[in-house]
């Protein structure tokens, strides 16, 4: 009778507790004090022992809802500890909107709205983005879960992977934190730390990160984001680029990869291996649609090549570069190129470009030689045979009988002259043939007569200092480029140092333009003019065109200076050394004579001659050529008359322009190629996904874990 008796009492009270459980979930919003913060319902409800307390045991169909913050949790069964906490057990779901976890086992807590999800794999879906982890923790009241352990997620084309990381389901925000790796066929990204959008697919990453995209280009930076859908980059610190010629240094950098349009600032560096070109400022802009560059804010290029000894810098206020076809290059001259940057509103007089090129022969031997002159009265002699014969006593002019001596001497010495440019027209025509093997297609060789070699000025390897460095004169790209350099141009290297106020460099003619108030000092010879084309040969200069009163000039006392002047000037360099100057139409020569061993001045020589040819040797006149009788006068230092001029008019010694280190012209920090480093670095592998698929599936294939998909329905919610 008692244990019926207990019986009854337990039935009475499991009978009042159901009751009160159906009436507390019937209750309005409002009543606060017998509401229940999780309702539930189930097919059985028993009461169970849980150590000490008691607790409620629910089987089959077993739904809760927390009607607080709009959870549902569905399972097979589960244990009520009291009003707020809850444990589930097999095919566990906890949906919340547009997010379901599945699970093995979930416990949630009401008052703190946090469900933990366990199971050998745990499942998570929100819209059309799929999860795969083994520890996943979720706030249902700001809707933020937490993931470790590796997780594996999937959203359409889109594949991230990492150790651990945060999902705010509100916003569809993915954080990923530790061995975080994200592909989809445009890109590949390796990071620690990623904050990825699944509605707008952009990621945002806050530490160092490496982007590989299907363009070849490997990326990184310290911070910034990458929008997949519109292929643009916005890296605000430490940015990198590397693509298959090229490598790029920024702080901040703003790349459409699709466009290929770039916005660089601070701390700018471009190296182009190919061109042997490095490119530095503060501000840059690239238009890739039409192969144009701005660089601004302290711009300066490195011409370099490692096979050559020196390397070139160049610095001005703004450097804008174009990128042209070789098929459009076909009417591009130096002629077009002065229009375009006269049109740009540059003040630039119009030159007559000259159509030929005359080179004099290395073995030819001139037919005057100043040095000979050095010594006055007793000492004077004569060092060459083929030199002038002057009178030893050179304060008396020349007789009538001395000038014819001189005249028969000179037409001695011109069919000497003729003899020897012949076996040097021989050697020219040899070396000429051997470099047409190479490029054949390109070298018009015009022999006009016995005495000079002639070539076209576009037969000219395009081999630019700056742009385009050919090596063995062959072109290894199809596109050319354009420089243009404006205000404040300076560029310095070793063998030679240049100023101007602006500068064209064309690769497809291997020229670089100079103008407004260009110099040019190669050695101890300044040399001025309106207008400078430098011309090259595989990273070394090989001749110079001065036009508009060019005066050439070399210091050899305090006030004293050797100067030439012509209509044109044109210096052919041997190993960057001036070894021949043509002077073209008017040419005057100030010429002081010194002592071979004290180097002291003893005599001032004046020449005047149509065309002149100087031989140099050892940065001194070692020869001179007069192609028309010269006029000329020679005095002793004590005699030179008050009314000689010793300045050529325009002449003005312009030593304080001269950069004279790399340090005048380039203030910049060279950073290191990083090539070998990234192209060795292993592209990701997606090992977390491998492991986590790998082992779902072999779970699947042994029956131990099934892929659900199941959601919660209207239906789901009815009884509550």
């Known amino acids: 009778m008692k244990k019926l008796h207990n019986n009854i009492n337990w039935l009475i009270f499991f009978s009042i507790l159901v009751c009160s459980v159906k009436i507390a979930s019937a209750q309005t919003d409002s009543d606060n004090v017998r509401k229940s913060p999780v309702a539930f319902k189930a097919d059985f409800i028993r009461p169970v022992k849980v150590g000490d307390s008691s607790a409620i045991n629910l089987l089959g169909n077993v739904v809760f809802h927390h009607k607080d913050n709009g959870t549902i949790i569905t399972c097979d069964s589960a244990i009520r500890y009291n009003n707020t906490r809850i444990e589930c057990f097999k095919r566990v779901v906890v949906n919340k909107q547009d997010t379901y976890l599945y699970g093995d086992r979930a416990t949630y807590n009401g008052e703190d709205n946090i469900a933990n999800i366990y199971g050998p794999i745990i499942k ?224 630039v007089k119009e030159i007559k470009e000259v159509d030929k090129i005359v080179i004099e022969s290395d073995s030819i031997k001139a037919s005057f030689a100043p040095d000979s002159l050095g010594a006055i009265g007793a000492e004077s002699s004569i060092t060459e045979s083929d030199s002038i014969p002057i ?46 093997k190479l490029k054949s297609d390109s070298m018009n060789l015009n022999l006009t007569d016995s005495t000079k070699i002639e070539i076209p000025q576009d037969s000219i390897p395009a081999d630019s200092t700056i742009i385009a460095p050919i090596s063995d004169g062959v072109v290894k790209d199809s596109v050319q480029h354009i420089i243009k350099a404006y205000n404040n141009v300076r560029i310095y290297r070793s063998d030679f140092q240049a100023v101007c106020d602006s500068m064209v460099g064309l690769s497809s003619d291997s020229t670089l333009h100079l103008y407004i108030k260009p110099i040019l000092w190669n050695e101890a010879n300044q040399i001025t003019s309106t207008k400078i084309d430098i011309y090259t040969r595989n990273q070394i200069m090989d001749k110079a065109i001065f036009t508009g009163e060019p005066i050439m000039a070399s210091k050899v006392g305090a006030g004293y200076y050797n100067q030439i002047k012509g209509k044109i000037i044109e210096t052919i360099m041997v190993e960057n050394k001036i070894k021949y100057i043509d002077v073209i139409g008017n040419g005057q020569t100030y010429y002081y004579m010194q002592d071979d061993k004290d180097q002291s001045i003893k005599g001032f020589m004046v020449v005047e001659s149509a065309n002149i040819t100087f031989a140099m040797d050892s940065n001194a006149i070692e020869t001179i050529n007069y192609k028309v009788n010269p006029v000329y006068q020679l005095y002793p230092m004590d005699k030179i008359p008050l009314t000689q001029e010793i300045i050529l008019p325009g002449f003005k010694w312009e030593e304080a322009r001269r950069p004279m280190n790399k340090k005048s012209v380039f203030n910049r920090v060279i950073r290191p190629t990083r090539r070998v480093e990234y192209e060795a670095k292993p592209i990701p592998l997606f090992n977390i996904t491998k492991s986590i698929i790998e082992n779902k599936d072999k779970m699947i294939l042994d029956g131990v874990w099934i892929e659900r998909n199941e959601t919660i329905t209207n239906s789901t919610l009815q009884g509550l």
């Open 391 to 436: 009178a030893s006593d050179t304060n008396k002019e020349l007789s009538r009988s001395e000038k014819k001596k001189l005249k028969r001497e000179l037409k001695r010495l011109e069919k000497k002259i003729k003899k020897d440019k012949k076996v040097a027209e021989a050697k020219a025509k040899r070396e000429i043939e051997k470099a047409a």
């Open 124 to 347: 998570m879906v929100n819209k059309d983005a799929i999860m795969y982890t083994h520890k996943f923790a979720f706030n249902t009241l700001t809707n933020i879960g937490i993931f470790g352990g590796g997780a594996t997620m999937s959203q359409r084309e889109n594949l991230l992977e990492s150790n651990r990381g945060y999902f705010h389901a509100d916003s569809s925000i993915l954080i990923c934190v530790d061995d975080v790796e994200i592909k989809n066929p445009d890109y590949k990204l390796q990071s620690d730390s990623i904050s990825y959008n699944l509605n707008t697919d952009i990621a945002t990453f806050y530490t160092l990160t490496f982007i590989w995209n299907s363009k070849g280009e490997i990326l990184s930076a310290k911070k910034g984001l990458y929008d997949q859908r519109n292929m643009t980059y916005k890296f605000t610190s430490n940015s990198y680029i590397l693509t298959e010629k090229q490598e790029l240094w920024s702080e901040v950098l703003n790349y459409n990869s699709k466009l290929e349009n770039a916005v660089l600032y601070d701390d700018i560096q471009m190296l182009d291996q190919e061109h042997k070109v490095m490119l530095f400022g503060d501000f840059a802009e690239y238009w890739g649609t039409i192969g144009k560059a701005l660089i601004t804010e302290d711009p300066s290029i490195i011409n370099f090549d490692p096979g050559q000894p020196d390397t070139l810098y160049m610095r001005s206020d703004t450097i804008l570069i174009h990128e042209v076809d070789n098929d459009s290059l076909l009417v591009v001259d130096s002629t077009q190129i002065e229009q375009e940057y006269v049109e740009e509103g540059k003040e």
